[in-house]
């Protein structure tokens, strides 16, 4: 096996949305799956941690930076297969999300279309089972070929193995870093009709007048919605661009805890949303919203976005410490206003 270039003392922040942290120990850039496996291979053998870096959107890097080899994924590639009346996308990893997303718009395929704008590649979608506006990744992906850094091997994992949940799945959940992901394969209907069960993007749809949207009025409407909320972070000029996105997980509580939360909003109008569980799913920006934090609320060189109160922003001179600070401050409120545990969305390396 070929050896890896192994680079020292890389600065991480450049890498990430939010633009802070520190240095990785060691950094290897992936283009092939040989580097990858070549990469985990050296660092088994020197006892080093593997750490896997994609697009850097969702994640918070501590100021110490990681003792670690850091491996950013660059696998590209997209090859599609007929499956009858389906199309079945196979996506290198590193390939942007968005990027993939257009495509099969583009070519008429339907199941990502709501899923545009997304920040990141696409190696963080079954990880994270990416969702918004009416659809999740778990709705259409049918494997993920990943290495299994237990063993060495690279193994293709059925989607009925992915243990997919709300913003979860088997390698988020279970042994987190075990699987390094390194293509997806998403079902998709060539000649689909668009999914239209977000109210959101209905009503914005029947603004326009439009009764029988295509796929691509869909994709333009989801941009719309997610670029007034500064969720795209394409926009250089955007104050609100150095963030994470939604920097909070949506709680999913018990019934009866849904009805203390309630009890003590004192607010028929506060959002939940009954889950087929029984469970019921509320709204982390309201509760976030509901106890003082408001749009654009700032603390220093850090803050909410102006736009959007589940994004923590990072402003000129904001370090790691600064943003778990301010989350830490947020979650309190939240616990002692409504007794409900926010849980941060994004991963943390190191030790903030």
Not at 63 to 71: H, I, R, S, T
Not at 142 to 162: H, K, N, Q
Not at 338 to 352: A, K, M, S, Y
Request: with cysteine; hydrophobic share 45%.
């Amino acid at each position: 096996m070929i050896a890896p270039a192994v680079a020292e003392r890389v600065p991480l922040a450049p890498l990430t949305t939010l633009g802070v942290g520190g240095e990785a120990r060691w950094f290897v850039d992936g283009p092939d799956e040989a580097t990858i496996r070549a990469a985990h291979a050296w660092a088994r053998e020197r006892g080093v941690p593997l750490r896997v870096l994609g697009g850097g959107s969702n994640l918070l890097v501590s100021d110490q930076g990681v003792d670690a080899l850091v491996v950013r994924v660059a696998l590209r590639g997209l090859t599609t297969r007929e499956d009858g009346d389906r199309l079945e996308l196979t996506a290198a990893a590193g390939e942007p999300w968005d990027g993939v997303v257009g495509a099969a718009v583009e070519r008429g395929w339907a199941g990502l279309e709501c899923l545009s704008g997304i920040p990141g590649l696409v190696g963080a979608t079954p990880i994270q089972n990416v969702g918004a506006y009416g659809q999740e990744v778990s709705d259409t992906v049918v494997a993920v070929r990943a290495l299994d850094t237990s063993s060495g091997e690279v193994a293709t994992i059925p989607a009925g193995e992915c243990g997919f949940a709300y913003r979860d799945s088997v390698f988020k959940r279970e042994t987190p870093g075990r699987w390094v992901v390194l293509a997806v394969t998403y079902r998709l209907r060539p000649g689909g009709p668009p999914t239209l069960t977000y109210a959101d993007v209905a009503r914005h749809l029947a603004e326009r007048g439009m009764t029988h949207p295509t796929l691509a009025d869909v994709r333009q409407t989801v941009l719309t919605i997610r670029r007034a909320k500064s969720m795209v972070l394409d926009d250089p000029l955007d104050p609100n661009r150095r963030s994470c996105g939604s920097f909070f997980l949506n709680p999913i509580v018990d019934a009866a805890d849904a009805e203390a939360v309630t009890a003590r909003a004192d607010d028929p109008a506060m959002p939940r949303w009954p889950q087929r569980d029984g469970r019921v799913k509320l709204s982390a920006a309201w509760l976030i919203e509901h106890t003082g934090f408001a749009r654009g609320a700032r603390s220093g060189v850090v803050g909410l976005s102006s736009r959007h109160t589940l994004a923590i922003v990072a402003h000129d001179g904001a370090r790691a410490a600064d943003i778990v600070a301010y989350a830490r401050r947020i979650q309190d409120r939240v616990a002692q206003r409504f007794g409900v545990t926010l849980t941060p969305e994004p991963v943390f390396w190191g030790d903030v």
